[in-house]
Every structure is written in structure tokens, then in C-alpha cells.
């Protein structure tokens, strides 16, 4: 290293030198004798050190040498039998500190050596086997124990003269919420603790071998492995070499809120044009004869235009799976997507979506739109799914209470069903299917077409801008991922503009405003709410 370099660093260290000296020994006049040994030994020998990085690490080398020089030249033959000494031990000494500090940073590195190599160095120097019996005990050769221990020699000698620092997560985790789009989400026990989403989020960047993955989360390798190996058979991680990354899209807060601004343009434009067209059709909609159609006004437009959104988004759904392929299989069977966000869902549009459900008969479907913006309103939650969606069929069929369903009462204690001595009713939208594959769909033709070519406009400009925040792997699917997350919040979107111009008022607490039903074969249901 040049002098001059090497001077402005031991100039800018030295206040650090000199504290650490003032904290292994007692006296003022001893810690200052102390840092000016160490700090001419660092002189002297610049010229060991190849660059910035190695600086530190031989920095305090040199400090810890320099002490144990120091105390071995300070004691005395024999330790004094005075008041120090507390039955027949002695107080514990300089020189055992920096022995148990060493032990300590060699425990240290042993906690981040990964797989066969913490292994076979354990067994070897711990628990004093034979590199034949490691070969026995690991099912691998004699040849690749004595590499696995000459390797592990030399990364812990490197750990151990370093300044090794645990990352951020090690004390401050990061938040790591997953979301599904697809057929079967059986990804989202696996997120039930704070250390798979962190590994996520930690090797999101760039590749991280175990043990820097172990620096980073401050969890010793060892109980990594099995976390690691969980999420790659999952296929949420990938192994190249001996290195990891994360394998799935995730989307930042940044770029959420960068691109909430970007879109406003956009939806501002097409809120506009979706109110003048669905005017248009309104007045002859309240004509149409449904379950549900003795709403009020306000509450009619938040059915009919829910209706319009979800069959434009189904649309749009099409024409991405026509731009980008269908979804890809995942590891559990179905077909979709596994992504998540590095927030606790702040920006989120929707508290969940469940869209055409129909039961076994094929008699009927309900669907449901959790739109956060009336959440006070509507926000139904389908605590043991098959229970929750059957209750909501049998209302919309109008079927006798099934004692058995314990999804039912809540349901209705939540005002999704109305139960009359046990014959229910559904406290939402019902259209017979007649009526909404014709005439409902026509008159709201062109407000679908409105809704459709904005959610393509908004996804497609979201794609190209997600992917910018992307590792190169994941950059083409985060532009499908894109799409399929802005198609759902371009529906939010424009309902929240229609809000601020006022077009629309916030629903009333009496009807479920945005989840309806159908009932296949039938004529006009028997009753209206």
C-alpha cells in the first residue's frame, strides 16, 4: 500500500486504536504505550497490505499481537497470592481474555462453515476422528475429507483475521409478505416465520454462498441448511455452485409508489371516459330484474360497475396470457405465480380477490372483490375456504342452513348471508345466467372495453418499469407478474377516481356492494332484496 495512503488511514484509526487499547489495560500511561507499538508495527509493514479492504483485518492482527507481547513482557514469574486471588483461582488475566476472544471468533467462524465442511472440521479437531471414520460417518472418500479440512483451515484462518461485521437482518429483519396468483396457494405456511422471507430477501440482489448468507441473517449455517434447502425444493430459491438466489419476483415499496404517480395520468383520463359510458347504460341496467336489484342507486353503480371491472379483467387476463404464454407450472402442481413484496402489503388495492367459485353441480358461482377502499363495508374472509364459498352457494340457491357448516354462522353474523328460520338468502348481487351472459353484458359492453384497454395501457407501462428494479433472471417475469397485479389494481384505480370526482359515493353498510353471484339454469330468482 502507498505511504501516503497508509498514514491518512492510521491517522483516521487511531482514536480506535487507542479506545481499544484503553479497554485491555489499566493504566493511561500503559494503553498509549501500547497503541504507539501498534501503530508503528502498522507502519512498518504497509507494504503487506495489498488494498483498502485488507487494511482492517491486518490492523487488529497487529493490535492483538502487539498486546499479547505486551502482557507476556508485563508478567512476572509467578502470579502474587494477594487479595486478587479468590480461593485457589486467580482473577482472570489479559493474556486468558484474548485467548477466550479467540475461541469466541473461532466459534464464530465454525457457525458459518457450511454442510461437510463444518462437519468434517468438527469431527476432526472436536471430536479428535480419524479421516476414515469422517469418510464412514459422511458416506464420501478419504481423499475428499482431507480437502474439506484443508479447505475449512484456510477459510477459517481468512475469517479469523478479519473484521467480520452481521448484516442488518441480523438484528433488524426485513418485512417479507408472499401473495399467489394461480390455482393452488400452498406457499403461504412456509412464510409463517421471519427467516425464509429474510433468506429472500437477502439473496435477492445477488447470489450469496451459505456462509455470507449466514454473516448477513447473524444465524449460525447450520440452521440455515434445512431453511435453505426447503425454499429451493419449492423452487422460491435456486443453487449455482455453491451459491443461492432468490428465484421470485419482488416487488419493492419504491417502486410501488414511483409508479402510483406514473399511472395517475392514465387512469384520471379513462375514469372519465368509463362514467360517461357506463351513464349511458345505467338507467336501462336498473331495469334488469336480479336478487338484490331493490338497492339504492348509489349501491346499483357499485354492483354493475364491480360486474363490468371483473369481466374486463378477465379479458385483460386473456390477452396477457396471449403477450407472455400461459402461467408456468410450479412445484406444487398447479399453474401460477408465487411472488411477494418488501412491505407488510401497504400499498395494496384489494384485501383478497376470489373469483368464480362454483360448486360441485354447476348449478351456481359467486365471486367475490375486497376492495380496500370500502373495507368498512366489505371484507369477507374465508377462514376455512371450502366452508366459506359452499355457505355462500347455498345463499345464493337459497337452501335450507346446513347445521354442519361452521363457516355459516359467522357468515351470517357478518351480514354476507340473510337467514330466515334457517332458509337462506344471499345478502349480495344474485343474476340469473341468462340474463348476465346477455343483456347485462351488453349494455355494459363498452364500459368492459373501457376498463379492459386501460388495464393494458397501466400493466404494459408497469412491466417495463418493474423490470428495471430486477435481477436479470427475473426480469421478463416480473413483466408477466406486472401485468397480472396491475390488472387487479387498475379496477381499484379507477373506482377510487370515480370517488374524487364524484361520481360515486362510498356504499352503505346494507348490501355487499362488490361480490354478486349466478345461478346457471334457472329463471329469475324467487325473491329480491
Not at 412464510?191 to 449466514?214: D, H, T, V
Amino acid at each position: 500500500m502507498e505511504q501516503q495512503k497508509l498514514n491518512k488511514l492510521v491517522e483516521a484509526n487511531m482514536h480506535k486504536i487507542y479506545a481499544w487499547c484503553k479497554a485491555k489495560v489499566y493504566h493511561q500511561q500503559d494503553a498509549e504505550d501500547l497503541a504507539a507499538d501498534i501503530i508503528c508495527s502498522i507502519i512498518k509493514s504497509g507494504d503487506r497490505i495489498k488494498n483498502d479492504d485488507a487494511f482492517y483485518g491486518y490492523m487488529w492482527k497487529i493490535a492483538r499481537n502487539s498486546l499479547l507481547s505486551y502482557i507476556s513482557n508485563k508478567r512476572q514469574a509467578d502470579l502474587p497470592y494477594d487479595e486478587t486471588t479468590v480461593g485457589v483461582y486467580w482473577q482472570e488475566t489479559d493474556l486468558d481474555m484474548i485467548r477466550r476472544e479467540q475461541l469466541a471468533t473461532l466459534r464464530r467462524e465454525l457457525s458459518i462453515l457450511s454442510g461437510n465442511y463444518r462437519e468434517a472440521t468438527v469431527q476432526y479437531y472436536i471430536h479428535s476422528k480419524s479421516c476414515a471414520e469422517i469418510s464412514s460417518n459422511l458416506q464420501i472418500s478419504v481423499e475428499m475429507v482431507k480437502y474439506y479440512l484443508f479447505q475449512s483451515r484456510k477459510i477459517l484462518k481468512e475469517g479469523i483475521e478479519m473484521s467480520r461485521k452481521f448484516g442488518e437482518k441480523s438484528y433488524a429483519p426485513g418485512i417479507f409478505r408472499p401473495d399467489f396468483w394461480g390455482g393452488n396457494n400452498s406457499y403461504r405456511h412456509l412464510f409463517k416465520r421471519k427467516l425464509p422471507g429474510n433468506i429472500l430477501l437477502a439473496a435477492f440482489g445477488e447470489p450469496l454462498s451459505l456462509s455470507e448468507l449466514s454473516v448477513e441473517l447473524g444465524v449460525a449455517a447450520v440452521y440455515l441448511e434445512d431453511e435453505v434447502n426447503i425454499l429451493c425444493e419449492n423452487e422460491l430459491l435456486k443453487k449455482t455452485g455453491t451459491r443461492y438466489q432468490t428465484n421470485i419476483v419482488i416487488i419493492p415499496e419504491d417502486f410501488e409508489l414511483s409508479f402510483s404517480e406514473k399511472s395517475v395520468a392514465v387512469v384520471k383520463k379513462a375514469a372519465s371516459e368509463l362514467e360517461s359510458r357506463f351513464a349511458v347504460a345505467f338507467t336501462e341496467l336498473q331495469t334488469l330484474s336480479f336478487h338484490g336489484k331493490s338497492s339504492d342507486e348509489n349501491t346499483l353503480k357499485w354492483q354493475f360497475l364491480n360486474v363490468a371491472l371483473m369481466t374486463a379483467l378477465l379479458e385483460a387476463d386473456e390477452f396477457g396470457k396471449g403477450r407472455f404464454g400461459q402461467y408456468p407450472q410450479l412445484s406444487n402442481g398447479s399453474y401460477g405465480f408465487v411472488y411477494g413484496f418488501d412491505n407488510d402489503f401497504a400499498h395494496h388495492k384489494f384485501n383478497g380477490i376470489y373469483g368464480d367459485y362454483k360448486n360441485e353441480d354447476n348449478t351456481a358461482m359467486v365471486s367475490v372483490e375486497n376492495y380496500r377502499i370500502i373495507e368498512d363495508v366489505q371484507h369477507f374472509i374465508p377462514y376455512e375456504w371450502t366452508n366459506a364459498m359452499n355457505a355462500l352457494i347455498d345463499a345464493i340457491l337459497e337452501n335450507e342452513a346446513d347445521e354442519k357448516n361452521d363457516e355459516l354462522i359467522r357468515l351470517i353474523s357478518e351480514g354476507y348471508i340473510i337467514s330466515d328460520h334457517g332458509h337462506l338468502s344471499a345478502n349480495f348481487a344474485v343474476f340469473p345466467d341468462a340474463m348476465f351472459f346477455g343483456k347485462l353484458k351488453t349494455l355494459l359492453a363498452p364500459t368492459i372495453e373501457t376498463a379492459r384497454e386501460t388495464m393494458k395501457e397501466v400493466c404494459l407501462l408497469a412491466g417495463d418499469s418493474l423490470a428495471t428494479y430486477m435481477p436479470e433472471h427475473l426480469k421478463e417475469t416480473a413483466k408477466q407478474i406486472a401485468y397480472i397485479k396491475y390488472q387487479m389494481d387498475t379496477m381499484a384505480y379507477l373506482l377510487e377516481q370515480m370517488l374524487a370526482d364524484g361520481s360515486l359515493e362510498k356504499p352503505a353498510d346494507t348490501i355487499k356492494p362488490c361480490m354478486f353471484g349466478l345461478r346457471f339454469n334457472t329463471g329469475i330468482p324467487s325473491t329480491t332484496a
